[in-house]
């Protein structure tokens, strides 16, 4: 099956700083996502980006599918960044596919 | 805002026990899914249900696991006989468009405490 990379896996940071977070992927993907997971466990959607470049407030995404790579920045960091930062592609081809997920990188923001 | 919403947000089990945790999906989603996550770790896809039937599923999800979709509304994972190793936070996940899965949309989180 497809093998997902996240780098770093972990990442502290002060307050302020910009970071990026960098996704790899072993095979040709269809659609990619990025989450944050917070310190409550709930799983945010961030990015639903198969291909090009999104921009949310501080937050910004870069698919390059032909390369096989996506990053996410984080701008100005807040002490509210910090959790585990999640990509995950699609596999397969069937009608109700799933997402794979890497294994994440842990962000850590201190005042 | 829609959202995945479920419950319970919390269970505390004895091994042995028949679990059922239920999920509802956004109204006009289609297509809906089950991941777990052992603390610490990462997410990990159990199935895939569309048209009132598994349209894929992992090694992880054994005959001790089963979906349903009930009613017009509810997703269910029920585990039959719990053992220790599936103390987790059950994931459940819905998606507008299959073909191509769609942007997924996750619920809160049930976590399962087996004892």
């Known amino acids: 099956g497809i093998q997902v990379e996240q780098s770093p896996p972990d990442l502290i940071l002060q307050e302020g700083a910009n970071s990026t977070l960098r996704c790899n992927f072993s095979?040709?993907?269809?659609?990619l996502q990025w989450f944050h997971q917070n310190p409550w466990g709930q799983l945010i959607n961030l990015f639903y980006?198969?291909?090009g470049t999104k921009q949310n407030g501080r937050l910004s995404a870069t698919t390059v599918a032909t390369e096989r790579y996506s990053l996410l920045y984080i701008s100005s960091s807040q002490t509210t960044d910090s959790g585990v930062y999640f990509c995950?592609?699609?596999?397969?081809?069937?009608?109700?596919?799933?997402?794979?997920f890497g294994s994440g990188t842990r962000l850590s923001i201190r005042p | 805002e829609p959202e995945v919403t479920q419950t319970p947000s919390h269970q505390v089990t004895q091994m042995g026990q028949e679990v059922i945790l239920r999920c509802v999906p956004i109204?006009?989603?289609?297509?809906f899914y089950w991941y777990r996550q052992i603390l610490g770790q990462k997410v990990e896809f159990l199935v895939s249900?569309?048209?009132?039937?598994?349209?894929?599923k992992s090694e992880i999800f054994d005959d001790q696991f089963s979906v349903e979709r009930p009613d017009g509304s509810n997703f269910t994972l029920k585990i039959r006989s719990t053992k220790l190793e599936d103390s987790a936070m059950y994931f459940c996940?819905?998606?507008?468009?299959?073909?191509?899965?769609?942007?997924?949309?996750f619920g809160e989180g049930s976590r399962l405490t087996v004892l």
């Open positions: 996940a819905s998606s507008e468009s299959g073909w191509y899965t769609g942007e997924l949309f």
């Open positions: 095979d040709s993907v269809n659609n």
């Open positions: 980006i198969p291909s």
């Open positions: 995950a592609v699609e596999e397969g081809y069937s009608s109700a596919s799933k997402i794979i």
């Open positions: 109204s006009n989603h289609l297509y």
């Open positions: 249900f569309y048209n009132n039937e598994i349209s894929e």
